[in-house]
Nanobody, 124 residues
Framework: QVRLVESGGGLVQAGGSLRLSCVAS????????MGWFRQAPGKERVFVAA????????RYADSVRGRFTISRDHAVDTVYLQMNNLKSEDTAVYYC?????????????????WGQGTQVTVSS
């Protein structure tokens, strides 16, 4: 079992930055592929970014590529999402996810574990 706890959400003006963190516990962090998804009000949860278990590969949604960066720190079992140049359409609840079944996962169905989410609100 893997427990994921996100933090770092908040209210920011358009053009600003936030860094989300997700601490994983209950499993060997280095064996987990990690991802971030988001869900806006009234919409489905969608893929944002992913990083492979060995940090070799990353993948981003077209809507965030060039603005968001996913990374991980194995020393503290944490995955990050650095979000720059935020836009109002980035407003959503952001969820951290983990899987042991794929080297790099970019679809919701590929993940087994989810955090509780953290709210990001971007004011225009």
């Amino acid at each position: 079992q893997v427990r994921l706890v996100e933090s770092g959400g908040g209210l920011v003006q358009a053009g600003g930055s936030l860094r989300l963190s997700c601490v994983a516990s209950g499993n060997t962090f280095s064996e987990l592929a990690m991802g971030w998804f988001r869900q806006a009000p009234g919409k489905e949860r969608v893929f944002v970014a992913a990083i492979s278990w060995n940090d070799v590969a990353t993948r981003y949604a077209d809507s965030v590529r060039g603005r968001f960066t996913i990374s991980r720190d194995h020393a503290v079992d944490t995955v990050y999402l650095q979000m720059n140049n935020l836009k109002s359409e980035d407003t959503a609840v952001y969820y951290c996810s983990a899987t042991r079944n794929y080297g790099l996962a970019y679809a919701r169905s590929m993940y087994d574990y989810w955090g509780q989410g953290t709210q990001v609100t971007v004011s225009s």
